[in-house]
C-alpha cells in the first residue's frame, strides 16, 4: 500500500502522470473516494500525460456513465456510482473494452472489480487530509504498485 500527500491540484496532476507511467493497454484502474475528491481530475491528468490534448474535454461521466479518450493506450472513464447491480454494470460491456486493450479508469468501481477482468489497481482518494492511498488486487497491479513506489 502507498499513501501519497496531495496538498494541492499540482500533487494530484503528478499523481496523475506517474500513473500514466505504469500504465499499459488492458490495465484497470479504480478510483474510489468521496464527492469532490478529485477522481475526475485525477483521470484528467492521467488522460493528458497519455497523449489527450489539452482543448479536449474529460468531464465526469456519472450522467453517460462511460466516456472513450482518444490517448495512447485508449483509455475508457467510466462512473458507476448510479448503478446498483452487477448486471447494470455487465451491460455496459467494460470488459470486452479491457480486452480489446482500453485502460479503464473506473469511478465507484470497488464494488465490481471481479466483474471488470479483477487486478486493479485502486486509488482511494480522500478530503481530510487531502491525499491517495493506493493499493493493487493482483499480480499485474501489485507490479505497478511497485513502480509507483519507487518513482
Same mark, same amino acid.
Given at each position: 500500500?502507498?499513501? !501519497?500527500?496531495?496538498?494541492?491540484?499540482?500533487?494530484?496532476?503528478? #499523481?496523475?502522470?506517474? !500513473?500514466?507511467?505504469?500504465?499499459?493497454?488492458? /490495465? #484497470?484502474? !479504480?478510483?474510489?473516494?468521496?464527492?469532490?475528491?478529485?477522481?475526475? &481530475?485525477?483521470?484528467? =491528468?492521467?488522460?493528458? =500525460?497519455?497523449? $489527450?490534448?489539452?482543448?479536449?474535454?474529460?468531464?465526469?461521466?456519472? &450522467?453517460?456513465?462511460?466516456?472513450?479518450?482518444?490517448?495512447?493506450?485508449?483509455?475508457?472513464?467510466?462512473?458507476?456510482?448510479?448503478?446498483?447491480?452487477?448486471?447494470?454494470?455487465?451491460?455496459?460491456?467494460?470488459?470486452?473494452?479491457?480486452? /480489446?486493450?482500453?485502460?479503464?479508469?473506473?469511478?465507484?468501481?470497488?464494488?465490481? !472489480?471481479?466483474?471488470?477482468?479483477?487486478?486493479? @489497481?485502486?486509488?482511494? @482518494?480522500?478530503?481530510?487530509?487531502?491525499?491517495?492511498?493506493?493499493?493493487?488486487?493482483?499480480?499485474?497491479?501489485?507490479?505497478? $504498485?511497485?513502480? @509507483?513506489?519507487? =518513482?
Amino acid at each position: 500500500m502507498l499513501r !501519497i500527500e496531495l496538498a494541492n491540484r499540482r500533487d494530484t496532476h503528478a #499523481l496523475g502522470r506517474r !500513473i500514466a507511467r505504469v500504465l499499459e493497454a488492458g /490495465d #484497470l484502474v !479504480i478510483l474510489g473516494g468521496p464527492l469532490g475528491s478529485g477522481k475526475t &481530475f485525477l483521470t484528467r =491528468a492521467v488522460c493528458r =500525460a497519455l497523449g $489527450l490534448p489539452a482543448g479536449v474535454r474529460v468531464p465526469s461521466p456519472t &450522467f453517460t456513465l462511460v466516456h472513450e479518450h482518444p490517448t495512447e493506450p485508449p483509455v475508457s472513464h467510466a462512473d458507476l456510482y448510479r448503478l446498483e447491480t452487477p448486471a447494470q454494470v455487465g451491460a455496459l460491456g467494460l470488459d470486452s473494452q479491457r480486452d /480489446d486493450g482500453r485502460v479503464l479508469i473506473v469511478e465507484w468501481g470497488a464494488p465490481y !472489480i471481479e466483474l471488470l477482468g479483477g487486478d486493479a @489497481l485502486v486509488v482511494e @482518494l480522500s478530503l481530510e487530509p487531502r491525499g491517495a492511498t493506493i493499493s493493487a488486487t493482483g499480480a499485474r497491479s501489485q507490479a505497478m $504498485l511497485d513502480k @509507483l513506489s519507487a =518513482a
